[in-house]
């Protein structure tokens, strides 16, 4: 038998299941988590069978090739930098990526409306994401299913996310129903900012893919 050595594993969560309550349920985020996101690792796995393809590789070179791989790959990487965008801090970003906001969008409150308006009208489940471009712009962009702004071939001009919004049903439904802008609007009550600047500073912002599996151990 084949020997593998990328086998990927559902990571534990980096803050506990009470931690986002009440903005975030225990009970929401435990289906999401242990239910939804492993389903997308047991069917990562079953696609890639025997084959060692490191995930970053899924999500940028070989997601355009294989459905299976664009969508379990993506959805556990999309969940994995979800997971890691959220927990309590500090209200607001600081330093190079305040800045880098303010040049992009004028100030955090009007970047906060624009990345909450393309969430909330992105038709169907998707994501909304806040990325780098190789020219070094920060960009707000929507994906639908599992699609991630990395993936070459699905999309003409790509960028390294390090930022992320869920807002499949599945992420919200169990707490909010319908109402996904209340699911939005509470979320930037729940954002780990540091970590976001983090990920920003040492990866996006030198067009590195936040290794998000290695993140969450």
């Given at each position: 038998?084949?020997?593998?050595?990328?086998?990927?594993?559902?990571?534990?969560?980096?803050?506990?299941?009470?931690?986002?309550?009440?903005?975030?349920?225990?009970?929401?985020?435990?289906?999401?988590?242990?239910?939804?996101?492993?389903?997308?690792?047991?069917?990562?796995?079953?696609?890639?069978?025997t084959l060692d393809v490191p995930l970053i590789e899924i999500i940028r070179e070989r997601a355009q090739h294989q459905t299976?791989?664009?969508?379990?790959?993506?959805?556990?990487?999309?969940?994995?930098?979800?997971?890691?965008?959220?927990?309590?801090?500090?209200?607001?970003?600081?330093?190079?990526?305040?800045?880098h906001i303010n040049?992009?969008?004028?100030?955090?409150?009007?970047f906060k409306a624009e990345f909450?308006?393309?969430?909330?009208?992105?038709?169907?489940s998707g994501w909304a994401w806040l990325s780098v471009t190789p020219q070094g712009r920060l960009v707000i962009t929507t994906s639908p299913n599992q699609d991630n702004p990395m993936m070459v071939g699905v999309y003409q001009a790509t960028s390294i996310p390090?930022?992320?919004?869920?807002?499949?049903?599945?992420?919200?439904?169990?707490?909010?129903?319908?109402?996904?802008?209340?699911?939005?609007?509470?979320f930037w009550n729940i954002v780990n900012w540091n970590r976001v600047e983090e990920m920003y500073e040492q990866y996006a912002l030198n067009q590195q893919p936040v290794p998000v599996d290695q993140l969450l151990q």
């Open positions: 038998m084949l020997k593998r050595f990328f086998s990927f594993k559902l990571p534990k969560l980096p803050f506990e299941n009470t931690a986002l309550e009440p903005l975030y349920d225990s009970r929401t985020l435990s289906f999401h988590h242990a239910k939804h996101h492993q389903t997308y690792v047991d069917k990562l796995n079953a696609a890639l069978g299976a791989l664009r969508n379990n790959g993506g959805g556990h990487y999309n969940h994995c930098l979800f997971w890691l965008c959220l927990g309590k801090g500090k209200e607001l970003p600081s330093g190079k990526l305040l800045a040049k992009e969008f004028g100030d955090f409150n009007r909450t308006n393309a969430a909330v009208n992105t038709f169907g390090f930022f992320t919004c869920d807002i499949w049903e599945h992420a919200y439904y169990l707490q909010y129903q319908n109402r996904r802008l209340e699911y939005v609007e509470k």
